[in-house]
């Protein structure tokens, strides 16, 4: 096996107040997992290394780099959900971070508080931060909490106990009002935003920041329009592992990486070289996000040999399909065109959502998959109930379809093994 | 001659097949070493080609066998053996149960498995007829002798086990428990049948289709739907996984 190694920083890490004895025991596990599911990977893109190092320093250059923006009185923001109007922190020059939460390790520290039937992701992030063990959460000025799930939404209440957490009211319909409700929550983030940096938000500033985040929607959008072609120029894994960096690398820089990536992956597509041969099952994951190291499904399916082309999900194309016009001048008209944008985010909360099923359809079409996989956590309710429509739309269209129910436990990987074998089965033929 | 291997969570079976036609078959405990069961048992055989299904697949592939086929489909191909036209399946494993719904032509269209425990599956029929005291083979007969309608409730093992406890605390004749244990395994398949669809005949295959109680219940659950069941139920994915090395 290749060596492989999570970086250790253990002064950062006692700066931070965590627990640094076991945090060092859940790095070294990090990276024998890595390195056993990404780097074993055949015909790897050479552009991959930047996201290696991304996460060789994900508990330590990137946390740094946290730490020090906050010493030049940066606000440093931790995050949950695509649902984050990610703009405003940029500009008022601070830092989104998306959170920890895709990891069974910390869910025994969350049951000693919370109910045992939630969701694993809810559980996950809140045992992090009530372990401390994870240095992002340490990191933060405050976490963004919002109200897209009952678990989420009163969760936050007792997470903030530990961290200052501030929620937003995620509306839960499209109507005139519901907009107009979150228009609102917006305004109130800004202000919260600018009095944490003590800063006022100008018009460039916000100019400047939906620019930068566009750019880093447009590089994703090009990676996810490269892994159409067959053969697909990159694996699932390694294209989820970047959809999970997005949310905690800084944005600029992260853009350019992707996009040098992509460079290399348009050479790949003109010369017709892939991850697999042509005639290997191409897959879709549509659902509930996974959120970093939830490689779960993704290294079942690519370890049958398959490909996972697109991920309809909010680590996925929910995260950035849509983009924020940038020609608007004034800060009435910027807020009004980045609330549309976060509008029509086509989350599970919101009721009707006829715009996903349209949507997952539509992705199917344009990712040239050959099936389905409807991935759904434990006690996502949301999720769960909306696969009903997904399963029925998927039938009348004629698409092979799996849909399958998990946590982050690899009790049932024996199990999800011979259904996901069983459906690519059924794609072959 | 082609021979298929199924390495099951609690047995290893081996079906030979040749000119169309399934000329032997060999049934074991899975043991401690699987890998050096199956390798004892393929001794007696001398095969062109090795396919395996089941939990061992992987391992059996890795070592002796020339591909592997996951069980829903070995099923698919073994079922349609005996029974050509078929379109549903259904399998009770020793730690899984499936129902398998087929196209005119023999291809999985859709399936279905428990969830990742044991309920409904026979290693939960195995727990609950020693509880009772009953061998395998002494269970579905007894449950038979009841007339009563007594019901468990609780799918997990391990309560459902505590329930039968307290069932016979109470006096509950013994054939009665035994009844509602196999009730609550055919309301589970019922509700996997009814995602899935079934047409007007099911196989029945795995081990479990001896139990005559258990295909009586599922065939009264189901009223107006066929159960059959070949002669050795219990080889059904091995034979499916030898057809499959026939074809290549």
Redesign the interface.
Known sequence: MVEFEVKAYPELWQELDMDVERFDKARQMLGNAYAAMYLSQRNRPGKMAYFDTMIAEIHGGRVQELVDAKKEGRPVVGTFCVYIPEEVVVAANGICVGLCGGSQGSIPDAEKILPRNICPMVKSAFGFKAGRICPYFQAVDFVYGETTCDAKKKTWEILDRLVPTYVMEIPQMKNKRDKALWLEEVKDFKAKVEEVSGKKISEDDLARAIKVINGKRLALQRLTRLRSHNPAPISGKDALLIEQIAFYDEPVRFAEKVNELCDELDDRVKSGHGVLPADAPRVMVSGTPMALPNWKLHHIVESAEAVIVNEESCIGTRYFKDLIDEDRKSMAEQLDVLTDRYMRIDCSCFTPNNERIDQVIKEYRQSGAQGIIHYSLQFCHTYNIEEIRIKEACQQEGIPYLSIETDYSPEDVGQLQTRVEAFLEQIRG | MYVGIDLGSRTVKIAAWQDGELIGHQIRESSFDPHKQSLEMLAGFDPVRVVATG?GR?LAHKHFAHEM?????AHALGARHYFPDCRTIVDIGGQ?SKVISLDEAG???N?Q?N??CAAGTGRFLEIMAATLGYSLDEFGPAALGSAAEASINSMCTVFAESEVISMKNRGVPPQDIAMAVHLSVVSRLVGMLNRVGYGECIVFSGGVARNPCMVKMLAMKLDGVRVVSPAHPDIVGALGAAIQAGRN
């Open positions: 939990y992987h086929i996951t069980e829903i489909k899984d291809r999985v269209t399936f498995m969830d990742k």
